[in-house]
């Protein structure tokens, strides 16, 4: 199993430009997210997907859009890039469900550093 | 408004003593508790959970406490070893909010020898 993959695993944009990172897994996994990690400011929330046709906002939506492909897949896309966005973003995946507990345990990608100028 | 705090950016400990990494917590609603560890250009990865039914944790070198009343909880490596130097996230989860962690903005630990 090689888990949750991404790709790519860096890239630079100019400002303006536009991209899609892409995130798979093969856990068989409910639920998918999008983080990004900033310096002194740990992983906040871009987007997530509680199950396969839905997606919701996090915490840091603004400049990005999603789509839930298929069970497997989660990708982000940035449509505008601007310096604001550079960063290195995880994806990660849970089993999720009614339960929580064990089942809100997430398992990240490896991560895409982006560096927008 | 930060929901999960971890206060201390940083913390430096020799191999073979203990590490002690704390984390406060604000919202009443979170029942579920996790640290991940994070090594540079690597994806974060669990580490230890633990169930706000419960106060203690033990996995090996590792043990997560956690204090309902006071909102914290903190982990525990002991021996701390070099390779255990990484930065440390704490994390909560509601149930029934589609399994969403909010995190802490992390501690750098240093074992040095």
């Known amino acids: 199993n090689a888990g949750v993959t991404q790709t790519p695993k860096f890239q630079v944009l100019k400002t303006g430009q536009s991209m899609t990172l892409q995130c798979a897994q093969d856990m068989n996994h409910n639920s998918m997210y999008w983080y990004r990690q900033d310096p002194g400011m740990g992983l906040r929330l871009i987007y997530y997907s509680a199950s396969e046709g839905t997606t919701d906002k996090g915490e840091v939506p603004n400049g990005y859009n999603v789509s839930r492909l298929n069970k497997r897949e989660f990708s982000l896309r940035l449509e505008s890039a601007a310096p604001s966005q550079t960063s290195v973003y995880f994806c990660?995946?849970?089993?999720?469900?009614?339960?929580?507990?064990?089942?809100?345990?997430?398992?990240f990608g490896p991560g895409t550093r982006l560096t927008v100028l | 408004d930060q929901q999960v705090k971890q206060n201390s950016p940083s913390l430096s400990v020799q191999e073979g003593r203990i590490s002690i990494l704390n984390c406060d917590y604000t919202n009443s609603m979170f029942d579920y508790f996790l640290w991940y560890k994070k090594y540079p250009a690597e994806g974060p990865t669990f580490l230890i959970s633990?169930?706000?039914?419960?106060d203690k944790n033990e996995d090996g070198r590792f043990t997560v406490f956690l204090n309902k009343s006071a909102k914290h909880l903190s982990l525990h490596i002991v021996p701390s070893q070099p390779g255990d130097s990484a930065v440390y996230f704490c994390a909560a989860s509601s149930t029934g909010t589609a399994s969403k962690l909010t995190f802490g903005t992390g501690t750098r630990l240093q074992v040095t020898l």
């Open positions: 633990i169930s706000s039914i419960k």
């Open positions: 990660a995946s849970s089993l999720a469900g009614a339960l929580g507990g064990s089942y809100n345990e997430q398992f």
